[in-house]
């Protein structure tokens, strides 16, 4: 028989030992609204009572390294906040804190207080109910996002950034204070290994995220200094989010600690990627991203977004452990948060994996895709990519849009000035990875001389290096070439099908590099699945660069 409540919240709730105040939310009588029912949820900090068009939220008197709601006096203080905090992205939802009494015997629910009442027993947030398939998760999971939804998600965000305060910035957003942070986050969620965590992956991400904060230190002051660290929500995550007829709503900011309500806009951002991506909404989360660099100018966040969804992971992974050890959650729940909490630990794992700095050089002929899957390996790892296209017509002096009329091998597009090009384009590689950062080429590196200067490169460097070849039928290379002539004006390459031509007759296929190091991609195939067959690659080429005896 499972130990979950049923829909009244009675049977199963007798035998996990609810306490005695729960037992009386439970019943209709206690609200003023008389629903017809009450239904209870649970998180590993509150009670949450949904009745009828109202919620009512109760702190647990819990006490975790991260949070202490065990003294009446700080569960009120907190109610508080919360209310303040998450009228900022809902003012209309949260309705105030209302006091609760205890007389003669039983519990019942006091007047909205503006302070602490000395009579009152306990307390409980006031909230609209929120209609639940309006919610992100919800709507993901029936396939009813687009990215116009998406768009204006990163707007709202954006602008709610914007005036966000900076006053604490330097105390939560610096290199040495995440130093501190990850050190704390880390610690606890090695209390996990054997359970829901293995200690690869826990040694895979501690590695990782050490190793991100060591390379990119003045990159992060330089964020504290530039306003990208701010007061935020600090919980980003679908379920937390409303899309209803054009509004947005945003709820369940963090209330009980600064420290995770501030940081850098970049985390805040790849918090909801992250969440998106174990939603299995890939695309969306690619939008989100590029949606809010945009909007904010923010020229850095690709760069970030694979360490913070990892950091963001892992945070949830422990939440989901803690919750999967309550006495008093139902067995089937506590299963439930077992397997998200491996859910999450393992998504830190991949953001670690594919966030390892390395030389990826994604090659091909003109019409294959190779800028496509450049831009998709950028979300994936935060390289920065490096396109011949833009390096050409940076070197040239014109915008990346212009059209450039020289004709194949002429001008720009000579031998001579393609050779400055790639020289170019592997220098800046070179700077980026002395720097502990990966970088993507996308070039059609269509002769072996370029391809044996970038091996060269990574051996210099100590480097893991991988050509991801792009491949499709002629005859669909050239059906993109001819829409993306038609269809899209802000192109930066110039190809065109008597160029693809040109380029597939003095094509010289890749033997100089090793079958380890090369992998050809159809990139008319599923894109997901494209992806996950670049990352195994990209794994199997980390291991085998870690360990070079295997």
Known sequence: MSEAPDRSGRGARQRIGLPALVEAMMQPSFYPEAPNMVELRQTHTSYVFLAGNSVYKVKKPVRFPFIDYAELDR????????????????????????????RGGRFALGPRVERAHPAAVEYAVKMVRLAEDRMLDRLVAARQVDARAIRSLAARIAQFHATAPTTRARTYGSANSLWHSV???????????????????????????????????????????EGRVREGHGDLRAEHISLSNGHIEVIDCVEFSEGLRYGDAASEIAFLAMDLERLEANKLA????????????????????????????CVRGKVESLRS???????????????????????????????????????????????????????????????????????????????LRAAYKTGVYSD??????????????????????????????????????????????????????????????????????????????????????????????????PARNHLTVDTSRAREKVLREIERALERLHQLHAHPGR
């Open 183 to 225: 050190g704390v986050e880390l610690s606890q969620d090695a209390e996990f290994i054997g359970r829901t965590l293995r200690r690869e992956q826990f040694a895979a991400i501690e590695g990782f995220c050490r190793s991100f904060i060591t390379s990119h230190r003045q990159l992060l002051d330089d964020r504290v200094r």
């Open 325 to 403: 050890l309550e006495p008093e959650v139902g067995a089937g729940e506590r299963e439930r948060s077992r397997h998200l909490a491996r859910r999450y630990f393992t998504l830190a794992r991949g953001y670690a994996r594919v966030g390892a700095p390395a030389l990826v050089v994604v090659c091909g002929l003109s019409g294959t895709g190779k800028s496509t899957l450049a831009r998709m390996l950028q979300h994936r790892t935060g390289f920065k990519i490096l396109s011949s296209d833009q390096v050409r017509k940076r070197l040239a002096g014109v915008s990346a849009q212009e059209r």
């Open 75 to 102: 569960r009120c203080s907190f109610c508080f906040d919360e209310v303040r905090l998450n009228s900022r992205l809902s003012p209309g939802v949260y309705l105030g804190v209302f006091a609760i009494f205890k």
């Open 416 to 513: 001579d000035f393609s050779r400055i090009t790639y020289d170019t384009i592997l220098a800046e590689a070179e700077s980026l990875l002395k720097d502990g950062r990966g970088a993507i080429l996308d070039a059609t590196f269509k002769v072996s001389a370029n391809r044996l200067k970038a091996l060269a490169l990574a051996a210099k460097l100590r480097m893991p290096v991988m050509f991801i070849e792009c491949a499709v039928s002629r005859e669909e290379a050239i059906r993109r070439l001819r829409c993306r002539a038609e269809m899209s004006p802000e192109e930066v390459s110039d190809a065109t099908v008597e160029v693809y031509e040109s380029q597939r007759a003095e094509y010289e296929e890749i033997c100089e590099v």
């Open 286 to 313: 690619e939008e989100l991203v590029e949606a809010y660099a945009e909007i904010t100018g923010d020229e850095d966040l690709a760069l970030l977004v694979p360490f913070y969804k990892c950091c963001r992971a």
